[in-house]
Protein backbone atom coordinates (compact mmCIF):
# COMPACT_ATOMS: atom_id res chain seq x y z
CA UNK A 1 0.00 0.00 0.00
CA UNK A 2 1.97 3.69 -0.97
CA UNK A 3 0.50 5.41 2.30
CA UNK A 4 -1.25 3.77 5.30
CA UNK A 5 -4.25 5.32 7.19
CA UNK A 6 -1.64 6.07 10.22
CA UNK A 7 0.94 7.26 8.17
CA UNK A 8 -1.09 9.77 5.85
CA UNK A 9 -2.68 11.35 8.59
CA UNK A 10 -1.15 13.42 11.63
CA UNK A 11 -2.43 11.74 14.99
CA UNK A 12 -2.51 14.12 17.40
CA UNK A 13 -4.51 17.05 15.07
CA UNK A 14 -8.40 17.32 14.15
CA UNK A 15 -8.79 15.87 10.45
CA UNK A 16 -11.09 18.55 8.13
CA UNK A 17 -14.03 16.31 6.74
CA UNK A 18 -12.62 16.69 3.09
CA UNK A 19 -9.62 15.29 4.22
CA UNK A 20 -10.76 12.19 5.66
CA UNK A 21 -12.93 11.31 2.95
CA UNK A 22 -9.73 12.28 0.48
CA UNK A 23 -7.87 9.17 2.70
CA UNK A 24 -10.75 7.01 2.11
CA UNK A 25 -11.38 6.97 -0.94
CA UNK A 26 -7.74 7.02 -1.83
CA UNK A 27 -7.45 3.68 0.21
CA UNK A 28 -10.65 2.62 -1.51
CA UNK A 29 -9.03 3.08 -4.93
CA UNK A 30 -5.93 1.00 -3.73
CA UNK A 31 -8.38 -1.97 -2.72
CA UNK A 32 -9.59 -1.58 -5.86
CA UNK A 33 -6.82 -1.77 -8.03
CA UNK A 34 -5.65 -4.96 -5.33
CA UNK A 35 -8.92 -6.92 -6.44
CA UNK A 36 -8.03 -6.09 -10.13
CA UNK A 37 -5.21 -7.54 -9.86
CA UNK A 38 -6.64 -10.71 -8.16
CA UNK A 39 -9.14 -10.56 -10.93
CA UNK A 40 -11.73 -12.68 -9.26
CA UNK A 41 -14.58 -13.32 -12.07
CA UNK A 42 -16.82 -14.07 -8.66
CA UNK A 43 -17.31 -10.15 -8.47
CA UNK A 44 -20.00 -10.15 -11.45
CA UNK A 45 -23.18 -11.44 -11.37
CA UNK A 46 -26.03 -11.91 -14.20
CA UNK A 47 -29.48 -10.85 -12.84
CA UNK A 48 -32.69 -10.42 -14.35
CA UNK A 49 -33.63 -7.11 -14.71
CA UNK A 50 -36.49 -7.45 -11.87
CA UNK A 51 -33.89 -8.30 -9.81
CA UNK A 52 -31.17 -5.42 -10.85
CA UNK A 53 -32.90 -2.63 -8.59
CA UNK A 54 -30.08 -0.68 -6.80
CA UNK A 55 -27.34 -3.01 -8.21
CA UNK A 56 -24.20 -1.64 -9.84
CA UNK A 57 -23.74 -1.87 -13.21
CA UNK A 58 -20.60 -4.25 -14.65
CA UNK A 59 -20.25 -3.26 -18.00
CA UNK A 60 -21.62 -0.58 -20.52
CA UNK A 61 -24.60 -1.30 -21.75
CA UNK A 62 -24.52 -1.11 -25.09
CA UNK A 63 -27.80 -0.64 -27.64
CA UNK A 64 -28.25 -3.66 -29.96
CA UNK A 65 -30.76 -1.17 -31.84
CA UNK A 66 -31.35 2.47 -32.69
CA UNK A 67 -33.93 4.07 -30.51
CA UNK A 68 -36.61 4.75 -32.29
CA UNK A 69 -35.85 2.20 -34.59
CA UNK A 70 -37.28 4.19 -37.80
CA UNK A 71 -38.65 7.76 -37.89
CA UNK A 72 -41.86 8.12 -36.17
CA UNK A 73 -44.04 11.24 -34.67
CA UNK A 74 -43.16 13.14 -31.66
CA UNK A 75 -47.21 14.29 -31.86
CA UNK A 76 -50.89 13.66 -32.45
CA UNK A 77 -50.96 15.66 -36.14
CA UNK A 78 -50.73 15.75 -39.36
CA UNK A 79 -47.42 14.26 -41.40
CA UNK A 80 -46.58 15.86 -45.11
CA UNK A 81 -43.90 16.71 -47.19
CA UNK A 82 -42.49 20.28 -45.72
CA UNK A 83 -40.97 21.45 -48.70
CA UNK A 84 -43.86 23.22 -49.11
CA UNK A 85 -43.16 25.16 -46.61
CA UNK A 86 -39.86 26.80 -48.28
CA UNK A 87 -42.48 28.21 -50.77
CA UNK A 88 -44.07 31.95 -49.45
CA UNK A 89 -47.58 31.30 -48.77
CA UNK A 90 -49.03 31.95 -45.77
CA UNK A 91 -52.13 30.00 -45.53
CA UNK A 92 -51.65 25.87 -46.26
CA UNK A 93 -54.10 23.91 -47.35
CA UNK A 94 -53.00 19.73 -47.68
CA UNK A 95 -56.04 16.67 -48.46
CA UNK A 96 -56.08 14.15 -45.76
CA UNK A 97 -55.38 10.87 -47.46
CA UNK A 98 -55.26 8.31 -44.29
CA UNK A 99 -54.21 7.65 -41.11
CA UNK A 100 -51.01 6.29 -39.28
CA UNK A 101 -51.35 4.57 -36.95
CA UNK A 102 -48.58 3.68 -33.93
CA UNK A 103 -47.89 -0.02 -34.51
CA UNK A 104 -49.75 0.36 -37.71
CA UNK A 105 -48.25 2.00 -40.95
CA UNK A 106 -49.46 4.18 -43.79
CA UNK A 107 -48.32 2.64 -46.57
CA UNK A 108 -49.65 4.61 -49.92
CA UNK A 109 -47.70 6.96 -51.40
CA UNK A 110 -48.56 11.04 -50.80
CA UNK A 111 -48.47 13.94 -53.58
CA UNK A 112 -47.79 17.14 -53.41
CA UNK A 113 -50.87 18.75 -50.90
CA UNK A 114 -51.06 15.91 -49.18
CA UNK A 115 -51.17 14.72 -46.04
CA UNK A 116 -51.60 11.94 -43.49
CA UNK A 117 -53.49 11.77 -40.32
CA UNK A 118 -50.79 10.77 -37.89
CA UNK A 119 -50.69 9.72 -34.14
CA UNK A 120 -47.81 9.67 -31.47
CA UNK A 121 -45.15 6.96 -32.37
CA UNK A 122 -46.50 5.87 -35.62
CA UNK A 123 -43.96 5.67 -38.67
CA UNK A 124 -43.48 8.46 -40.90
CA UNK A 125 -44.77 7.47 -43.97
CA UNK A 126 -42.73 7.84 -47.02
CA UNK A 127 -42.25 11.10 -48.43
CA UNK A 128 -43.25 12.94 -45.26
CA UNK A 129 -40.84 14.51 -42.98
CA UNK A 130 -42.76 17.11 -41.10
CA UNK A 131 -45.90 16.93 -38.49
CA UNK A 132 -48.16 19.91 -38.22
CA UNK A 133 -49.66 19.32 -34.42
CA UNK A 134 -53.31 18.79 -34.93
CA UNK A 135 -54.34 22.00 -32.12
CA UNK A 136 -52.36 24.10 -34.88
CA UNK A 137 -55.14 23.44 -38.11
CA UNK A 138 -58.09 24.17 -38.84
CA UNK A 139 -60.56 22.19 -41.20
CA UNK A 140 -61.16 24.06 -43.94
CA UNK A 141 -63.65 21.70 -45.57
CA UNK A 142 -64.06 17.71 -45.07
CA UNK A 143 -60.60 15.97 -45.17
CA UNK A 144 -58.95 19.02 -45.68
CA UNK A 145 -57.07 20.90 -42.75
CA UNK A 146 -55.42 24.51 -43.39
CA UNK A 147 -52.68 26.16 -40.98
CA UNK A 148 -49.91 28.71 -40.90
CA UNK A 149 -47.01 28.57 -43.00
CA UNK A 150 -44.97 30.35 -40.36
CA UNK A 151 -46.23 28.17 -37.41
CA UNK A 152 -43.32 25.69 -37.96
CA UNK A 153 -39.90 24.18 -39.61
CA UNK A 154 -39.23 21.56 -41.57
CA UNK A 155 -38.52 18.59 -40.19
CA UNK A 156 -40.70 19.62 -36.77
CA UNK A 157 -42.54 17.19 -34.89
CA UNK A 158 -40.51 14.08 -36.28
CA UNK A 159 -38.53 11.56 -34.12
CA UNK A 160 -35.47 10.52 -36.25
CA UNK A 161 -34.60 6.93 -35.99
CA UNK A 162 -31.31 6.90 -33.46
CA UNK A 163 -31.97 9.97 -31.73
CA UNK A 164 -32.42 8.91 -28.55
CA UNK A 165 -29.84 5.66 -28.44
CA UNK A 166 -27.59 4.34 -31.86
CA UNK A 167 -26.98 0.62 -32.11
CA UNK A 168 -23.80 -0.19 -30.33
CA UNK A 169 -23.52 2.90 -28.10
CA UNK A 170 -23.74 2.79 -24.60
CA UNK A 171 -27.17 2.83 -23.15
CA UNK A 172 -26.24 3.64 -19.64
CA UNK A 173 -22.49 3.50 -18.75
CA UNK A 174 -20.90 1.33 -16.38
CA UNK A 175 -20.59 1.70 -12.54
CA UNK A 176 -24.20 2.95 -12.82
CA UNK A 177 -26.71 2.47 -9.29
CA UNK A 178 -29.09 1.12 -11.22
CA UNK A 179 -32.46 2.77 -10.78
CA UNK A 180 -36.28 2.33 -12.54
CA UNK A 181 -35.93 3.94 -14.86
CA UNK A 182 -32.75 2.43 -16.17
CA UNK A 183 -34.51 -0.90 -16.09
CA UNK A 184 -36.82 0.34 -18.03
CA UNK A 185 -34.39 1.35 -20.60
CA UNK A 186 -32.89 -1.81 -20.60
CA UNK A 187 -35.75 -3.00 -21.02
CA UNK A 188 -37.08 -1.33 -23.52
CA UNK A 189 -34.16 -2.66 -25.99
CA UNK A 190 -35.40 -5.61 -25.81
CA UNK A 191 -32.27 -6.10 -22.77
CA UNK A 192 -33.72 -9.02 -19.64
CA UNK A 193 -30.90 -9.53 -17.64
CA UNK A 194 -27.89 -6.81 -16.74
CA UNK A 195 -24.23 -7.88 -16.06
CA UNK A 196 -24.24 -6.06 -12.08
CA UNK A 197 -21.17 -6.58 -9.54
CA UNK A 198 -21.62 -8.81 -6.71
CA UNK A 199 -23.54 -7.27 -3.56
CA UNK A 200 -20.65 -6.50 -0.84
CA UNK A 201 -21.02 -8.44 2.00
CA UNK A 202 -20.58 -5.57 4.61
CA UNK A 203 -20.26 -7.35 8.83
CA UNK A 204 -21.46 -5.17 11.18
CA UNK A 205 -21.12 -5.15 15.45
CA UNK A 206 -21.25 -3.32 18.28
CA UNK A 207 -19.22 -2.91 20.84
CA UNK A 208 -19.59 -1.98 24.40
CA UNK A 209 -19.90 -3.61 27.72
CA UNK A 210 -23.48 -1.98 28.12
CA UNK A 211 -24.89 -3.23 25.27
CA UNK A 212 -27.89 -5.72 25.77
CA UNK A 213 -29.63 -7.26 22.44
CA UNK A 214 -33.59 -7.10 21.79
CA UNK A 215 -35.03 -9.33 24.22
CA UNK A 216 -32.56 -9.15 27.05
CA UNK A 217 -33.41 -7.44 30.57
CA UNK A 218 -32.56 -4.26 30.90
CA UNK A 219 -30.14 -4.02 33.89
CA UNK A 220 -28.89 -1.06 35.65
CA UNK A 221 -26.73 0.57 33.37
CA UNK A 222 -27.66 -0.81 30.67
CA UNK A 223 -29.10 -0.23 27.14
CA UNK A 224 -30.25 -1.48 24.14
CA UNK A 225 -27.99 -1.79 20.90
CA UNK A 226 -29.60 0.63 18.60
CA UNK A 227 -26.87 0.97 15.88
CA UNK A 228 -26.88 -2.07 14.60
CA UNK A 229 -30.57 -1.76 13.55
CA UNK A 230 -29.70 1.39 12.17
CA UNK A 231 -27.10 0.60 10.49
CA UNK A 232 -28.52 -2.92 9.10
CA UNK A 233 -31.53 0.22 7.64
CA UNK A 234 -28.54 2.21 5.90
CA UNK A 235 -26.88 -1.10 4.40
CA UNK A 236 -30.46 -2.32 3.21
CA UNK A 237 -30.71 0.39 1.56
CA UNK A 238 -27.58 0.01 -0.83
CA UNK A 239 -29.33 -3.52 -0.90
CA UNK A 240 -25.46 -4.99 0.39
CA UNK A 241 -25.24 -7.98 2.05
CA UNK A 242 -25.43 -8.36 5.85
CA UNK A 243 -23.26 -10.24 8.15
CA UNK A 244 -24.59 -9.12 11.90
CA UNK A 245 -21.47 -10.27 14.58
CA UNK A 246 -23.36 -8.62 17.27
CA UNK A 247 -22.59 -7.14 20.33
CA UNK A 248 -19.06 -7.84 21.43
CA UNK A 249 -17.84 -6.89 24.95
CA UNK A 250 -15.12 -4.36 25.57
CA UNK A 251 -12.24 -7.09 26.31
CA UNK A 252 -9.94 -7.60 23.95
CA UNK A 253 -9.87 -11.02 23.47
CA UNK A 254 -13.47 -10.76 22.38
CA UNK A 255 -12.70 -8.16 19.99
CA UNK A 256 -9.76 -9.51 18.28
CA UNK A 257 -11.92 -12.86 17.46
CA UNK A 258 -14.68 -10.64 16.67
CA UNK A 259 -12.97 -8.74 13.97
CA UNK A 260 -10.92 -11.83 12.95
CA UNK A 261 -13.96 -13.59 12.24
CA UNK A 262 -15.47 -10.90 10.18
CA UNK A 263 -12.16 -10.32 8.20
CA UNK A 264 -12.77 -13.64 7.08
CA UNK A 265 -15.99 -13.47 5.92
CA UNK A 266 -16.69 -9.76 4.59
CA UNK A 267 -15.33 -7.34 2.22
CA UNK A 268 -16.18 -4.49 4.64
CA UNK A 269 -16.30 -4.27 8.55
CA UNK A 270 -18.45 -1.44 10.32
CA UNK A 271 -17.92 -1.40 14.02
CA UNK A 272 -19.55 1.01 16.01
CA UNK A 273 -18.31 2.12 19.59
CA UNK A 274 -14.98 1.99 21.56
CA UNK A 275 -13.16 4.36 19.21
CA UNK A 276 -13.28 7.44 21.77
CA UNK A 277 -10.84 8.72 23.57
CA UNK A 278 -10.10 5.84 26.85
CA UNK A 279 -11.27 3.62 25.09
CA UNK A 280 -9.40 3.63 21.94
CA UNK A 281 -6.22 2.09 23.24
CA UNK A 282 -6.97 -1.48 23.66
CA UNK A 283 -8.89 -0.98 20.56
CA UNK A 284 -5.20 0.71 19.01
CA UNK A 285 -3.38 -2.24 20.06
CA UNK A 286 -5.66 -5.05 18.57
CA UNK A 287 -5.41 -3.15 15.19
CA UNK A 288 -2.25 -3.23 15.30
CA UNK A 289 -1.68 -7.12 15.19
CA UNK A 290 -4.57 -7.44 12.74
CA UNK A 291 -3.91 -4.34 10.24
CA UNK A 292 -3.38 -1.16 9.73
CA UNK A 293 -5.93 1.17 10.97
CA UNK A 294 -6.17 4.83 11.62
CA UNK A 295 -7.58 6.73 14.95
CA UNK A 296 -8.71 9.56 13.54
CA UNK A 297 -10.25 12.71 15.48
CA UNK A 298 -12.69 14.45 13.11
CA UNK A 299 -13.08 17.98 12.92
CA UNK A 300 -16.88 17.29 12.90
CA UNK A 301 -20.17 17.25 14.84
CA UNK A 302 -21.60 14.55 15.64
CA UNK A 303 -18.88 11.78 15.15
CA UNK A 304 -15.30 13.13 16.03
CA UNK A 305 -13.68 10.14 16.69
CA UNK A 306 -13.23 7.62 13.93
CA UNK A 307 -10.90 4.49 13.24
CA UNK A 308 -10.30 3.78 9.64
CA UNK A 309 -8.24 1.20 7.41
CA UNK A 310 -7.81 -2.39 6.55
CA UNK A 311 -7.62 -5.89 8.27
CA UNK A 312 -5.09 -8.07 6.66
CA UNK A 313 -6.75 -10.83 4.88
CA UNK A 314 -6.83 -13.75 7.47
CA UNK A 315 -5.67 -17.47 6.41
CA UNK A 316 -9.63 -18.98 5.02
CA UNK A 317 -11.19 -15.21 3.94
CA UNK A 318 -13.78 -15.45 1.53
CA UNK A 319 -11.54 -13.99 -1.32
CA UNK A 320 -7.80 -13.40 0.55
CA UNK A 321 -8.29 -9.99 0.26
CA UNK A 322 -8.38 -7.00 2.86
CA UNK A 323 -11.57 -6.09 4.62
CA UNK A 324 -12.49 -2.16 4.75
CA UNK A 325 -13.22 -1.37 8.27
CA UNK A 326 -14.69 1.45 9.71
CA UNK A 327 -14.73 1.95 13.26
CA UNK A 328 -17.46 4.36 13.51
CA UNK A 329 -18.55 6.27 17.37
CA UNK A 330 -21.27 5.01 19.39
CA UNK A 331 -23.47 7.60 19.79
CA UNK A 332 -26.60 6.60 17.64
CA UNK A 333 -26.72 10.46 15.92
CA UNK A 334 -22.86 9.46 15.49
CA UNK A 335 -23.15 6.25 13.96
CA UNK A 336 -25.44 7.63 11.35
CA UNK A 337 -24.24 10.63 10.24
CA UNK A 338 -20.50 9.26 9.92
CA UNK A 339 -21.92 6.68 7.63
CA UNK A 340 -23.65 9.18 5.37
CA UNK A 341 -20.42 11.22 5.01
CA UNK A 342 -18.10 8.84 4.71
CA UNK A 343 -18.81 4.86 4.95
CA UNK A 344 -21.76 5.56 1.87
CA UNK A 345 -19.63 6.66 -0.42
CA UNK A 346 -17.10 4.38 0.50
CA UNK A 347 -19.02 1.42 -0.20
CA UNK A 348 -20.53 2.34 -3.54
CA UNK A 349 -17.01 3.30 -4.73
CA UNK A 350 -15.52 0.07 -3.57
CA UNK A 351 -18.72 -1.19 -5.30
CA UNK A 352 -17.40 0.10 -8.55
CA UNK A 353 -20.37 2.98 -8.69
CA UNK A 354 -19.13 5.88 -10.69
CA UNK A 355 -21.29 8.27 -8.71
CA UNK A 356 -21.34 8.21 -5.45
CA UNK A 357 -22.40 11.89 -3.71
CA UNK A 358 -25.73 12.41 -2.71
CA UNK A 359 -27.09 15.97 -4.01
CA UNK A 360 -27.36 18.92 -2.05
CA UNK A 361 -29.62 21.47 -1.97
CA UNK A 362 -30.48 25.16 -0.12
CA UNK A 363 -32.82 26.03 1.87
CA UNK A 364 -33.91 29.29 4.27
CA UNK A 365 -33.21 28.83 7.62
CA UNK A 366 -36.36 29.42 9.88
CA UNK A 367 -34.15 29.95 13.14
CA UNK A 368 -30.60 31.20 13.75
CA UNK A 369 -28.09 28.31 14.57
CA UNK A 370 -25.21 28.46 16.78
CA UNK A 371 -22.27 27.55 14.80
CA UNK A 372 -18.53 27.83 15.79
CA UNK A 373 -16.08 27.93 12.66
CA UNK A 374 -13.33 24.73 12.61
CA UNK A 375 -15.86 22.01 12.14
CA UNK A 376 -18.44 20.45 10.03
CA UNK A 377 -21.98 20.38 11.30
CA UNK A 378 -24.82 18.48 10.62
CA UNK A 379 -27.42 19.51 11.92
CA UNK A 380 -31.33 17.06 11.47
CA UNK A 381 -33.83 19.18 10.59
CA UNK A 382 -37.09 19.19 8.65
CA UNK A 383 -37.75 20.47 5.23
CA UNK A 384 -40.90 22.81 4.29
CA UNK A 385 -41.56 25.99 2.26
CA UNK A 386 -42.66 29.38 3.21
CA UNK A 387 -45.76 30.80 1.91
CA UNK A 388 -43.72 32.72 -1.13
CA UNK A 389 -43.16 28.92 -2.06
CA UNK A 390 -39.21 29.16 -1.05
CA UNK A 391 -37.68 26.18 0.61
CA UNK A 392 -36.96 26.77 4.37
CA UNK A 393 -35.65 24.18 7.05
CA UNK A 394 -36.48 23.95 10.98
CA UNK A 395 -34.19 21.97 13.49
CA UNK A 396 -35.63 19.22 14.88
CA UNK A 397 -35.40 19.60 19.15
CA UNK A 398 -32.13 19.08 20.94
CA UNK A 399 -28.88 17.94 18.67
CA UNK A 400 -27.06 16.26 21.12
CA UNK A 401 -25.29 12.88 19.60
CA UNK A 402 -26.82 10.27 21.59
CA UNK A 403 -30.10 11.52 20.64
CA UNK A 404 -31.61 9.70 17.92
CA UNK A 405 -35.27 11.28 18.09
CA UNK A 406 -33.57 14.26 16.18
CA UNK A 407 -32.87 11.94 13.89
CA UNK A 408 -35.82 10.28 13.79
CA UNK A 409 -38.11 13.33 13.43
CA UNK A 410 -35.98 14.80 10.45
CA UNK A 411 -35.73 14.40 6.93
CA UNK A 412 -32.45 16.41 6.09
CA UNK A 413 -29.49 17.49 7.39
CA UNK A 414 -28.46 21.21 7.50
CA UNK A 415 -24.90 20.73 6.75
CA UNK A 416 -22.86 23.41 8.48
CA UNK A 417 -19.49 24.24 6.61
CA UNK A 418 -15.78 23.74 7.84
CA UNK A 419 -15.41 28.19 8.11
CA UNK A 420 -19.18 28.75 8.58
CA UNK A 421 -19.91 30.66 11.54
CA UNK A 422 -23.12 31.51 13.32
CA UNK A 423 -26.33 31.70 10.72
CA UNK A 424 -29.31 34.30 11.13
CA UNK A 425 -32.80 33.22 10.49
CA UNK A 426 -33.28 34.09 6.97
CA UNK A 427 -29.60 32.67 6.22
CA UNK A 428 -29.32 30.35 3.08
CA UNK A 429 -27.82 27.45 4.28
CA UNK A 430 -26.68 23.72 2.41
CA UNK A 431 -29.02 20.96 2.82
CA UNK A 432 -28.89 17.09 2.04
CA UNK A 433 -32.07 15.17 2.17
CA UNK A 434 -32.32 11.73 3.97
CA UNK A 435 -35.13 10.28 1.78
CA UNK A 436 -33.93 7.11 -0.35
CA UNK A 437 -29.98 8.09 1.74
CA UNK A 438 -30.49 7.51 4.87
P1 LIG B 1 -18.47 4.88 22.85
O1 LIG B 1 -18.13 5.43 21.51
O2 LIG B 1 -18.30 3.41 22.95
O3 LIG B 1 -17.77 5.65 23.92
O4 LIG B 1 -20.01 5.16 23.06
C1 LIG B 1 -20.54 6.47 23.08
C2 LIG B 1 -21.98 6.45 23.56
O5 LIG B 1 -22.77 5.72 22.64
C3 LIG B 1 -22.17 5.76 24.90
O6 LIG B 1 -23.15 6.48 25.62
C4 LIG B 1 -22.64 4.39 24.53
O7 LIG B 1 -23.43 3.80 25.53
C5 LIG B 1 -23.46 4.67 23.29
N1 LIG B 1 -23.46 3.50 22.43
C6 LIG B 1 -22.37 2.82 22.02
N2 LIG B 1 -22.73 1.78 21.24
C7 LIG B 1 -24.07 1.82 21.15
C8 LIG B 1 -25.04 1.02 20.47
N3 LIG B 1 -24.66 -0.03 19.74
N4 LIG B 1 -26.35 1.33 20.59
C9 LIG B 1 -26.73 2.40 21.33
N5 LIG B 1 -25.86 3.20 21.98
C10 LIG B 1 -24.55 2.92 21.89
MG1 LIG C 1 -18.15 2.09 24.54
Excluded at 315 to 333: C, I, M, Q
Aim: proline share 5%; charged share 20%; glycine share 10%.
Amino acid sequence: MKHSPNSLIPLASSLHVDEARKAISELVQELIQESNAIGDPSDIEIVSLDQAIDRILAEDLLSPIDVPAADNSAMDGFAFDGSCLDINTSEITLRIVGTAFAGKAFNGKIQPGECVKIMTGALMPTGCDTVIPQEMTSATEDLKIGFQQNQLKRGENRRLRGEDLQQGKPAIAAGRLLRPSDLGLAASLGIASLKVKRRLKVAILSSGDELRSLGQALDVGSIYDSNRYSLTGLLNRLNLEIIDCGIVRDEPASLKEAFCAAAMKADVLISSGGVSVGEADFTKQIMQELGDVGFWKIAMRPGRPMAFGILKPVAGNHSARKTLFFGLPGNPVAVMVTFYQFVRAALLQLNGAIQTEPPLMQAISEAPIRKKPGRTEFQRAILGRSPDGKPTVKLTGSQGAGILRSMSEANCFVILGHEQGNIAAGDWVDVALFDGLL
